[in-house]
């Protein structure tokens, strides 16, 4: 069955016609060929295809397409603002946060989310911010580094 949705991806209204059991990660990468957000477990366990909902953090693999109707959906894309990278962006390069880069995505979403509630948050929270995003290539002390370092720059306006 297929169903005709509205919604708003990285600030860009949508209308389009989805199946009813593609998830929000299909339809964001198969029909908008938003590409960023990967397809890691597609079970919700790794968190690589975290994207904001509302602004809150979701796995889009367990999220139905038809669930986006009337709703904001912000993506790995939507993050930069125009040619400058958010602050969670360039932290984690400046910082080697990114290693491989395939969970990358993922964390930077829920770092956003965590870093909009709490600008500056402990390593604690950090941790507690990112728990579901799943790095398989070392530790997560650089991606911690890298977002208490992006709530300072928010913090302080740059």
Do not use: W
């Not at 912000?74 to 290693?99: F, N, R, S």
């Amino acid at each position: 069955m297929k169903n005709e949705i509205d919604f708003s991806v990285n600030g860009e209204a949508y209308a389009i016609v989805v199946e009813s059991h593609h998830t929000l990660l299909r339809v964001l990468r198969e029909q908008l060929v938003l590409t960023g957000t990967k397809n890691g477990c597609s079970e919700g366990e790794c968190g690589a295809c975290t994207v904001l909902f509302d602004g809150e953090p979701v796995n889009s693999c367990l999220v139905l397409g038809v669930e986006a109707d009337g709703h904001e959906i912000t993506t790995v894309e939507g993050l930069a603002l125009g040619e400058k990278l958010a602050p969670v962006q360039q932290a984690m390069i400046d910082l080697g946060g990114t290693q491989c880069g395939f969970c990358t995505p993922g964390v930077l979403m829920a770092a956003h989310a965590l870093l909009q509630r709490t600008p500056t948050p402990s390593d604690r929270e950090i941790r507690e911010g990112l728990v579901g995003n799943l790095c398989r290539c070392t530790g997560y002390t650089r991606i911690v580094d890298a977002v208490r370092e992006a709530g300072r720059l928010m913090v302080n306006g740059q």
